[in-house]
């Protein structure tokens, strides 16, 4: 077994760890550890591969990191795993004339992921503009060349991420009554994800209907602050409708958000206030989940 190969079946061991419920997440030190093996290994040959599996590693690191609570070294290691996947990317581009190729495709949508985790762990130290920086960084990186499925579900989650920033951007200016806020920035942002998402929606996973719900849910927000109320009432009878479909565990979380969201625009368009409980209660009745 070459060294290479064993680093790969070390990060494969743990990352199967981490992900599984039924089994005891990996501590950050043995993340820790991994990323000292990857670094020693690029130190004596530096590939693509392995700078690929340091930027992974890394990126595990992050998580691990923010699960105990570490933001700052989470913070810390999240910075090198973007930074070494933004090196990757690079280098795949660079080696690969096909913007398309999976090799390319791949390397962009972990960046994407890296950078759209790094921004939310960086909100949760207090820096709200710093969020919006990288994921504003992000969403331009993501759209500079011709994206695949993979990068398309990455950018689907750094717009409606960047949207959520956005509103709390707005939320904050309008309750200091600093500078003119303007609350179609962040509808634009949810519209994009919607649009995103609507374009990978797959009735067979879950997954991506949830994906989609959410963001449903993130821009009928957005259109609870806009002079909108009628494409409110078709976007919620859409997300309703979605959030129905969904199977019981699911949609769990989505359920009370959607019921919250109704409640907001019955506030801002009480003219609309019976067309919005009405859409509500018939995408409802309707729904079927189609999973057991």
């Known amino acids: 077994m070459t060294r290479q190969q064993r680093l790969e079946r070390e990060y494969e061991q743990l990352r199967q760890a981490q992900i599984d419920p039924a089994r005891q997440s990996p501590a950050p030190h043995q993340w820790e550890a991994l990323v000292d093996e990857y670094r020693r290994a690029s130190r004596d040959h530096a590939d693509l591969e392995t700078a690929r599996g340091?930027?992974?590693?890394?990126?595990?690191w992050s998580m691990a990191l923010q699960l105990t609570g570490n933001t700052a070294d989470a913070v810390d290691a999240g910075r090198q795993a973007a930074s070494e996947f933004?090196?990757?990317?690079?280098?795949?581009?660079?080696r690969d004339a096909d913007e398309s190729s999976p090799a390319v495709e791949e390397a962009l949508a972990e960046l994407l992921v890296a950078r759209t985790d790094l921004a939310e762990?960086?909100?949760?130290?207090?820096?709200?503009d710093e969020?919006?920086?990288?994921?504003?960084?992000?969403?331009?990186t993501g759209h500079s060349i011709e994206a695949g499925p993979r990068?398309?579900?990455?950018?689907?989650?750094?717009?409606?991420?960047?949207?959520?920033?956005?509103?709390?951007?707005?939320?904050?200016?309008?309750r200091r009554r600093r500078g003119s806020a303007d609350p179609m920035v962040p509808t634009l942002s949810a519209s994009r994800?919607?649009?995103i998402r609507q374009g990978l929606l797959n009735p067979y996973d879950p997954l991506t209907m949830w994906e989609l719900a959410n963001s449903?849910?993130?821009?009928l927000r957005c259109l609870s602050m806009v002079e909108d109320p009628d494409r409110a009432v078709r976007v919620l009878d859409l997300a309703a409708t979605l959030v129905a479909m969904l199977p019981a565990q699911t949609g769990a979380d989505l359920r009370p958000q959607l019921a919250q969201s109704v409640h907001m625009l019955c506030t801002a368009y009480p003219g609309h206030a019976r067309e919005f409980t009405q859409a509500h209660e018939a995408a409802g009745s309707r729904g079927r989940p189609p999973f057991t």
Do not use: C
């Open 216 to 219: 449903y849910i993130q821009y």
């Open 131 to 140: 969020r919006i920086r990288i994921l504003e960084d992000a969403r331009e």
């Open 54 to 60: 340091l930027a992974r590693a890394l990126w595990r």
């Open 193 to 195: 994800a919607v649009e």
């Open 86 to 94: 933004d090196s990757v990317f690079r280098k795949t581009l660079g």
């Open 121 to 128: 762990i960086i909100f949760k130290t207090g820096d709200p």
């Open 151 to 174: 990068t398309w579900r990455a950018l689907g989650t750094v717009h409606h991420n960047l949207s959520t920033a956005e509103m709390g951007r707005f939320i904050d200016a309008v």
